[in-house]
């Protein structure tokens, strides 16, 4: 059965420390790993990671995946309140178009 | 241009009644896929349309159902309501459903069954 599994499940860190999310895979016919943050409402799209190695920026975040491996991590440096959310990661694979989700890391980011 | 719409926003239902949760995609965009949110779980694939067809289905029971008309607006129906229906239900549109693609979410649908 296809899985995805996130670490560490919560985390709670003062401002302008430096974060690292873990997320880890066993899917089928993976074809890409994208990375969401959800607030209160909708998640919203960060990242999508389809090659082993590239690393991908958008200012003070950055990811990475290993297909070898079959992980990806997300930095975060000098955290903010602001990036306080739940950081979920999504793989596509399967027959279809078929998104599986980890179960998320909630960050808190205290001032 | 405007994102994913879905309606209604907040609902509150009782055990046994059924319920229609209505989702319009990106102007463009012909897949839509639906996920339930809840806290013990996480989110959990529903159904995916393309097209007006289902092409794909996640692991829930027969009482969920849905439909994508022809100018790709989607809906979903859960009859026979149980309180561990309560959820957030969130749709997600992308282009064309086929090679990487980027879902885009709506704010979503939250269910509370009484």
């Known amino acids: 059965e296809d899985k995805v599994v996130q670490s560490p499940l919560s985390l709670v860190v003062h401002e302008g420390d430096t974060v690292t999310l873990n997320c880890s895979y066993e899917v089928t016919n993976f074809r890409s790993l994208l990375w969401y943050k959800q607030e209160k409402k909708a998640p919203t799209f960060l990242f999508m990671l389809?090659?082993?190695?590239i690393e991908k920026k958008s200012g003070r975040l950055s990811s990475i995946l290993d297909k070898k491996e079959l992980f990806s991590i997300l930095n975060i440096t000098a955290t903010q309140t602001g990036d306080s959310a739940i950081y979920l990661c999504a793989v596509e694979g399967g027959y279809g178009q078929n998104f599986v989700f980890g179960p998320g890391t909630r960050l808190s980011v205290l001032p | 241009k405007a994102g994913v719409t879905q309606t209604p926003r907040y609902l509150i239902k009782t055990r046994g009644q059924q319920v229609t949760l209505s989702c319009s995609p990106i102007?463009?965009?012909?897949?839509v896929s639906w996920y339930q949110q809840t806290p013990g779980q996480g989110l959990q694939f529903l159904f995916e349309y393309f097209s007006e067809t289902q092409r794909n289905k996640g692991n829930f029971p027969g009482r969920f159902s849905g439909r994508q008309f022809s100018n790709s607006r989607s809906e979903m129906n859960v009859s026979t309501l149980e309180l561990g229906d309560s959820a957030l239900y969130l749709c997600a549109s992308s282009l064309t459903g086929s090679g990487a693609n980027v879902l885009t979410f709506g704010a979503g649908s939250r269910l509370t069954v009484l």
């Open positions: 102007s463009g965009h012909r897949s």
């Open positions: 389809t090659s082993s190695g």
